[in-house]
Nanobody
């Protein structure tokens, strides 16, 4: 069973950048990967997803043009480069993996196979 560990969260000023990493304990080349976030008092929401090969990506409208998801299958790691951060990006960010995948399933974020424990991103104004 693949396990995921996120890192790279922290405190950053508005307009700044952070890069989150999601390292897997096993091979993830056959998994769709995604990032989600949950702000205090809010439900978890989809952020971005990337296909098995990395050739297809999809973003939530709220982060499109500011965030970039990528993966390194040789290192079994997925990244989320976050630029032009806003206070409303403050949340715990979670990585998820799923072998069925597909944009619709990943956007829904339900019944995905593996979840990480999350990393906190705080954006100050």
């Amino acid at each position: 069973q693949v396990q995921l560990v996120e890192s790279g969260g922290g405190l950053v000023q508005a307009g700044g950048s952070l890069r989150l990493s999601c390292a897997a304990s096993g091979r993830t080349f056959s998994y769709y990967m995604g990032w989600f976030r949950q702000a205090p008092g809010k439900e978890r929401e989809f952020v971005a997803t990337i296909s098995w090969s990395g050739s297809s990506t999809y973003y939530a409208d709220s982060v499109k043009g500011r965030f970039t998801i990528s993966r390194d299958n040789a290192e079994d790691t997925v990244y989320l480069q976050m630029n032009s951060l806003k206070p409303e990006d403050t949340a715990v960010y979670y990585c998820a993996a799923d072998r069925i995948g597909g944009q619709a399933r990943m956007r829904a974020g339900r019944n995905l196979e593996v979840w990480g424990q999350g990393t906190l991103v705080t954006v100050s104004s």
